[in-house]
């Protein structure tokens, strides 16, 4: 499967603790995305990059959360002291360069974070 | 700013009967516009998309949808749903950083 991957799929950790989560982007593309979703809504968008420039983060909720994609391939989305208000799915996209029929977004299947 | 709406929170339709779900939007410059399905347990999968030309655009799966910029609308139809088709359906605007609306529920009756 050559799609857009996610690890894991679910977390489960207790408040205050730090949880790291891993996005694999589709081999060509050079954009990636991170989106949170809570219950009953529609993704809301927390940050982009392109190659391994991190373009918009004025978006990322808190201080608490930080992203990095060190080598343009695969990012990492980190929750510092975390809280039950961060329980969610936590969506990664990516898509290919600046073309046309290149620009959609293609999604992977989430991380779903639970925080006691 | 950028903003998406879906006025209708849940929908419930027969098996073979037609479908629109609507979605409104506010953006400042020509939109980039775009229904995405998402089933319970799968990701958001893209069904159609709008950048520019042609204002009726068809998708996946029998779907179509129509970019009316005087009405600042672009809602997907279907002429015949099928019991596949329940799932949530969400509408976006943007381009990287995407404006997704709340979505929207599709339930298919028997």
């Known amino acids: 499967d050559t799609g857009v991957s996610q690890d894991p799929r679910h977390k489960i950790t207790k408040r205050g603790q730090n949880v790291t989560f891993r996005c694999d982007p589709i081999s060509e593309h050079n954009r990636l995305y991170w989106y949170r979703q809570t219950l009953g809504q529609g993704p809301e968008f927390l940050t982009y990059?392109?190659?391994?420039?991190?373009?918009?983060k004025s978006r990322l909720l808190s201080d608490r959360f930080s992203a990095e994609r060190p080598k343009g391939s695969f990012s990492t989305l980190e929750i510092q002291r975390t809280e039950q208000g961060d329980s969610a799915m936590y969506l990664c996209a990516s898509s290919g360069p600046r073309l046309a029929g290149t620009d959609t977004q293609y999604f992977g299947p989430g991380t779903r974070l639970t925080v006691l | 700013a950028q903003s998406v709406t879906q006025p209708d929170i849940h929908i419930t339709v027969s098996e073979g009967a037609s479908l629109e779900l609507r979605c409104n939007y506010s953006?400042?410059?020509?939109?980039?516009l775009f229904w995405y399905v998402q089933s319970p347990g799968q990701g958001l999968q893209l069904l159609l998309k709008y950048f520019s030309g042609d204002t009726l655009v068809q998708g996946i799966k029998g779907f179509e949808a129509e970019f009316k910029r005087s009405q600042s609308s672009f809602n997907l139809r279907k002429p015949s749903v099928h019991w596949s088709d329940a799932a949530e359906y969400f509408c976006a605007v943007g381009y990287n950083d995407m404006r997704f609306g709340a979505g929207t529920r599709l339930t298919v009756k028997p």
């Open positions: 990059f392109q190659n391994e420039a991190q373009l918009e």
């Open positions: 953006y400042g410059a020509t939109p980039y």
